[in-house]
């Protein structure tokens, strides 16, 4: 299984940027996807999860608002797009495949390799 991550950068404080991973080597279609962050020094935190077809989504309190998670199961990708960037938004995203139930617990199956967003005050 991989998941793939792109689209990070460097982006200035109140400004927009779409985050994708496209999975391959598992049945994406069946699996929840979810999005965490690592900011430097802090451990990692859940972010947001869409359901396997794509009906429910949850996110965490920090983010809510802001962010939003789609997926594209024709194409195996699963999306963020970040809105109202601040500095403590700054972090390397990854991407991760698992259920519903315990993917804000931290509890996946797969993890990415991250993407790096930087956000400039």
């Known amino acids: 299984v991989q998941l793939q991550a792109s689209g990070g950068g460097l982006v200035e404080a109140g400004g927009s940027l779409t985050i994708s991973c496209t999975a391959s080597?598992?049945?994406?279609?069946?699996?929840?996807m979810g999005w965490f962050r690592q900011a430097p020094g802090k451990e990692r935190e859940f972010i947001a999860t869409?359901?396997?077809?794509?009906?429910?989504?949850h996110y965490a309190d920090s983010v809510k608002g802001r962010f939003t998670i789609s997926r594209d199961n024709a194409h195996n990708t699963v999306s963020l797009e970040l809105n109202g960037l601040k500095p403590e938004d700054t972090a390397v995203y990854y991407c991760?495949?698992?259920?519903?139930?315990?993917?804000?617990?931290?509890?996946?199956?797969?993890w990415g390799q991250g993407t790096l967003v930087t956000v400039s005050s």
């Open positions: 869409i359901s396997s077809g794509g009906t429910m989504r």
């Open positions: 991760a495949a698992g259920a519903w139930r315990t993917m804000d617990l931290g509890k996946v199956d797969y």
């Open positions: 080597g598992l049945t994406f279609s069946e699996n929840s």
